[in-house]
């Protein structure tokens, strides 16, 4: 995905959300660093790999939270889907547990 094409108005909040992560990652990017220079070679693999991934999983869940955030700042542009029409009592009754 990292080639994908963009249109322009997709590549303008692409660059609002490198901006935004950019500045929110400062912390995380901080820990990963000191963890790696804490450890001698023979130690990167094994536990360090593990606490380095959960750092990284921790930086990408708060990307995807600052973009749906800044999603919803904006509102959606997606056209409103219709609701589905629920079915009529008649036809629930039969999916009812029987005891």
């Not at 094409?5 to 692409?14: R, V």
């Not at 959300?17 to 130690?43: F, G, N, T, Y």
């Not at 606490?51 to 800044?70: F, M, N, P, S, T």
Request: aromatic share 2%.
């Amino acid at each position: 995905m990292a080639g994908a094409k963009l249109t322009s108005e997709q590549e303008a909040e692409a660059g609002r959300l490198a901006a935004a992560i950019r500045k929110a990652s400062e912390v995380e990017i901080e820990q990963m660093a000191r963890l790696l220079a804490s450890k001698r070679d023979s130690q990167l693999l094994g536990q360090t790999e593990f606490e380095l991934r959960d750092l990284v999983h921790g930086l990408g869940a708060k990307a995807l939270e600052i973009a749906l955030e800044e999603r919803k700042k904006r509102g959606t542009k997606a056209p409103v889907s219709a609701a589905r029409v629920a079915k009529s009592r008649r036809d629930l009754k039969s999916t009812e547990c029987v005891r």
